[in-house]
């Protein structure tokens, strides 16, 4: 499989669409639209960072699957971890200040 | 149009799937036929109350973003080139932080009901006047290609011919597309928004349920996950395409048209997706609507819709005699699903799902050009020719017969919309185009008019006509000025550069705002000298008039090409330097500070103050229950017991949302007010009938009440 179907697409979405992300979390917290001075507002900074993180994941399982250098179940079997432990973090981070 | 080769299908159902689809078309139509008498007013008819809790949103966006000609084209794709169909579903996620905290309080706070309005707001009314038949056009253009999508759907379905009182008649794309928009039009012309957003809600649970239990079907058909995963070739199981291999599907082309173009202007344009935001209770229930569509309906979405595709690829490894790899791409779903369903009931549910999640999207589109249309061309066509004063209820009634009649003439202009599309060889393709072409000089706009204080009618008004001008250019001469652009994806000749036109078309109306804003200085100087000289008025007239004698012919080259492309060149440059000179003549009385209070996302605390009417009350409040009583009166607030408005930290004039206790009900029966005076009847609320009757509230049953700011 050539570089150009492998990897380049991926260091090419996450490189050129993470800058566009990184600068609209810089755009939107130097306007003040995303104050993080508000309890609510840093939870979606957080869900804004996991939901980049998340889909990079994904990709990189799927990419790792698809070449063979993981096998699907090893794959399907990380991803499945990696929800876990980051769904039972957020909802514990997210609902701390609820439950105090 | 069909590709040289290309097998294409003919009666495919029999009369069983066809019973069950009609019995399918019938439900839907009563669920929304139901659900339209939830409409009172225009708000209603067209924002459905703003009353909705996001799981609700989330789930009819389903119907809404996935009924979208996906599964034909995404299957198509999934067929050609494997998994990487999916890459389009799962690239949203880099415009989020602009859309969650730029755009979508700003129109929900500045409370426009569309984006010409937001124009006019931000810019000036002729901005307004511009981005209306921009829009117009890409609102038309997006219900053609969903009409070209239900007619491809439908044709395997049909005979090629069938006999009428002894004439025989062919069964052809356009036909099939008439009848469809005939039934689209029924329920959007009587329903409303309301009737959209559950009819989507009941459809966007069945296509996920359809498409999902076709992957189940198909995987079981070939021996399992792990002997389907097997059968694909490692380059047709990669998640993302060939950076720029093939012109008709490669990675880069497709990151800009869609990743970017298409993310922001489906986020930040498409009004149809925008009032389903503007339906939810607060933009916080918008940012949980839009944020658990894109990271986890999407990605199931896009399993959903190509996997008959993958399918499809799979069978016509293992098994070519049953589905030739020659097959139409466009009519693979079909063709799949009528394989594997086996049973003709089942089949007849998914394609009944697929057909009428497919008028969702066309249907929802149709009241939002609807929304555009009384908005922006019937209400100040109006103010200017009749000033005569109506009252808030017979606007209101006028208002909905016009939003109506306009409904169904959109309706019809879709259908026309359909012929330049099916010159492609598969939805798909044209959808990209479409998306490259028509979205980067408003995508430019609205972006920079968000999040740019600095950016001015002058600059948004060149980037519409200088910027298209350039995108006019490079389609014509594709090979000199997109060919920088194009990462190494070879010219196509017969659909030069489909995708990565987005990139080039981005930057020229990039470019051109980005001029135009940097000269603001000098060009203020020139028209203060301008306006000095004794004969003003005539050099302004000469000026314009030698603008709107290059834009024609730059028109009319673009169509007749009667001229190379140099001087084309130079005086598209000529007017990009002299457009904001007339601009800036002719508008007067914009004032940076006033225009872009509460409409830019540095001043969003602004627009909420603007929303309310008075300063936020942000302080940490709880949720109380409590059970209604009518009272006499006809204010506009409603009043609780001193304890109550304690326990929600709430003062009179403070906003409040007031919502049946039931969650499932997801919003249908709330309302938003004010607070009163407050009482001394601690858990009950006074409201008013007319309270009463928007909040449609039953008798006995508790309600939830939240302050809101």
Redesign the interface.
């Known amino acids: 499989?050539?570089f150009?179907?492998?990897w380049?697409?991926?260091i090419?979405?996450y490189g050129?669409?993470?800058l566009?992300?990184g600068s609209?979390?810089i755009?939107?917290l130097?306007?003040?639209?995303?104050d993080l001075k508000?309890q609510?507002h840093r939870n979606?900074l957080l869900?804004?960072l996991y939901?980049?993180i998340?889909?990079m994941v994904?990709?990189a399982l799927?990419?790792l699957?698809?070449?063979?250098i993981l096998s699907?179940k090893t794959s399907v079997l990380i991803w499945i971890v990696f929800m876990a432990i980051t769904l039972t973090f957020g909802y514990f981070k997210l609902t701390k200040k609820a439950r105090a | 149009m069909e590709q040289v080769g290309e097998i294409t299908f003919h009666s495919i159902g029999s009369t069983t799937v066809w019973v069950v689809m009609i019995v399918y078309f019938a439900i839907v139509m009563l669920f929304g036929t139901y659900f339209g008498r939830y409409t009172r007013s225009t708000t209603d008819f067209f924002f459905g109350g703003r009353r909705f809790s996001w799981w609700l949103i989330t789930m009819s966006i389903v119907a809404t973003g996935v009924g979208s000609h996906s599964f034909v084209k995404y299957s198509a794709k999934g067929f050609e080139h494997g998994?990487s169909s999916t890459m389009t579903y799962?690239?949203d996620?880099?415009?989020?932080?602009?859309f969650?905290?730029?755009w979508l309080?700003i129109i929900v706070y500045s409370k426009v009901r569309s984006i010409p309005e937001y124009f006019e707001k931000r810019f000036s009314p002729s901005s307004r006047f511009i981005a209306t038949i921009l829009l117009l056009v890409y609102m038309i253009g997006y219900i053609g290609i969903g009409f070209l999508t239900l007619g491809k759907a439908m044709i395997p379905l049909l005979p090629e011919s069938f006999a009428l009182f002894g004439a025989n008649l062919p069964v052809t794309l356009m036909g099939v597309i008439t009848v469809i928009a005939v039934i689209t039009g029924i329920y959007i012309t009587f329903g409303g928004q309301t009737a959209v957003i559950f009819t989507d809600l009941m459809q966007g649970f069945i296509l996920l349920f359809a498409g999902l239990l076709l992957f189940f079907f198909g995987i079981t058909y070939l021996g399992g996950?792990?002997a389907f995963?097997d059968i694909l070739p490692?380059?047709w199981?990669?998640?993302?395409?060939?950076?720029?291999?093939p012109p008709s599907f490669n990675?880069?082309g497709i990151?800009w048209q869609d990743?970017?173009a298409g993310s922001i202007g489906f986020l930040f344009m498409n009004q149809g997706l925008l009032m389903r935001f503007m339906a939810c209770k607060s933009v916080?229930e918008g940012?949980k609507a839009a944020?658990m569509n894109?990271?986890f309906v999407l990605?199931i979405s896009a399993i959903v819709v190509g996997n008959a595709g993958w399918i499809g690829k799979a069978i016509s490894i293992v098994t070519p005699d049953i589905v030739s790899p020659a097959s139409s791409p466009d009519q693979i779903f079909v063709v799949v699903a009528s394989i594997i369903m086996g049973s003709p009931v089942l089949f007849g549910f998914v394609m009944a799902a697929l057909t009428a999640a497919l008028m969702s999207t066309v249907d929802t589109l149709i009241n939002a050009t609807s929304a555009i249309f009384v908005n922006d061309v019937y209400r100040p066509i109006k103010g200017f020719v009749s000033k005569k004063l109506l009252n808030l209820k017979e606007t209101d009634r006028r208002e909905l017969g016009v939003a109506r009649i306009a409904s169904m003439g959109i309706t019809a202009l879709g259908v026309l919309a359909v012929i330049p599309f099916n010159r492609f060889p598969t939805v798909y393709e044209a959808h990209g185009y479409f998306h490259s072409t028509l979205t980067p000089p408003l995508v430019v706009a609205i972006f920079l008019g968000v999040?740019w204080k600095k950016f001015t009618p002058a600059a948004v008004i060149t980037t519409f006509l200088g910027g298209v001008a350039l995108m006019l250019l490079g389609a014509q001469y594709p090979g000199v000025l997109i060919a920088p652009f194009d990462h190494g994806i070879t010219l196509n000749p017969s659909h030069p550069y489909t995708y990565i036109r987005a990139l080039y078309n981005l930057v020229v109306c990039a470019g051109v705002a980005v001029f135009s804003v940097w000269s603001g200085g000098l060009q203020h100087k020139f028209v203060k000298w301008v306006r000095r000289l004794p004969n003003t008025n005539m050099i302004m007239a000469m000026v314009t008039s030698i603008l709107s004698i290059i834009y024609t012919v730059i028109i009319l080259s673009f169509f007749i090409n009667f001229a190379t492309m140099t001087p084309i060149l130079v005086a598209i440059i000529f007017s990009i330097l002299i457009l904001p000179l007339v601009v800036n003549y002719y508008v007067v009385g914009y004032d940076p500070e006033t225009h872009t209070k509460g409409l830019?996302?540095?001043s969003?605390?602004d627009a909420r103050r603007f929303f309310k009417g008075s300063e936020p009350n942000?302080s940490e409040s709880e949720k109380i229950k409590v059970q209604y009583k009518i009272v006499p009166g006809e204010e506009d607030e409603i009043r609780f017991s001193k304890a109550d408005m304690q326990t929600m930290a709430a003062n009179p004039g403070d906003l409040v949302y007031l919502c049946d206790k039931r969650k499932w009900l997801g919003g249908l029966k709330s309302l938003h007010s004010a607070y009163g005076k407050p009482h001394d009847e601690k858990g009950i609320v006074y409201i008013n009938e007319e309270h009463s009757k928007v909040g449609i509230f039953a008798k006995g049953k508790i309600l939830i009440a939240e302050k809101e700011f």
């Open positions: 499989m050539p150009s179907h492998t380049l697409p991926y090419y979405l050129v669409g993470g566009l992300f609209g979390l755009i939107t130097k306007s003040g639209s995303l508000r609510h979606w869900i804004l939901g980049f998340y889909f994904m990709h799927w990419n699957a698809a070449l063979e699907l | 998994l799962i690239n996620w880099f415009f989020v932080p602009f969650l905290f730029g309080p996950f792990q995963w490692v380059s199981r990669m998640p993302l395409a060939d950076f720029n291999k990675f880069a990151f990743g970017i916080d940012r944020a894109i990271l990605p999040f830019v996302a540095s969003i605390e942000d």
